[in-house]
Nanobody
Framework: QVQLVESGGGSVQPGGSLRLSCAAS????????MGWYRQAPGKQRDLVAT???????NYAESVKGRFAISRDNARNTVYLQMNNLKPEDTAVYYC?????????WGQGTQVTISS
């Protein structure tokens, strides 16, 4: 089992920045990829960014150039630096981790972009 705890959400104005953190604990063997999805009200959950154990990253087109994902393996923590935030980035952000054939999810953290 893997437990994921997100932090760092909040409310900022357009153009602002936030950094999300996702701390993993439990059985950390064979964790392949970690990352973030987001879900806006009334919409499906969409991929935001992923980072593999080797460090390769993948981003949704809508966040490329604005968001950066990083991973601290010593702390079992993944970060999502979000810059130049837009109202359409408003959503609940969920951390995930893949281990063998299983996917684990965090509880989600709200990000609200509003003037």
């Amino acid at each position: 089992q893997v437990q994921l705890v997100e932090s760092g959400g909040g409310s900022v104005q357009p153009g602002g920045s936030l950094r999300l953190s996702c701390a993993a604990s439990g059985n950390m063997l064979n964790i392949y990829s970690m990352g973030w999805y987001r879900q806006a009200p009334g919409k499906q959950r969409d991929l935001v960014a992923t980072i593999a154990s080797g460090g390769s990253t993948n981003y949704a087109e809508s966040v490329k150039g604005r968001f950066a994902i990083s991973r601290d393996n010593a702390r079992n923590t993944v970060y999502l630096q979000m810059n130049n935030l837009k109202p359409e980035d408003t959503a609940v952000y969920y951390c995930f981790a893949t281990q063998s054939s299983r996917v684990y999810w965090g509880q989600g953290t709200q990000v609200t972009i509003s003037s």
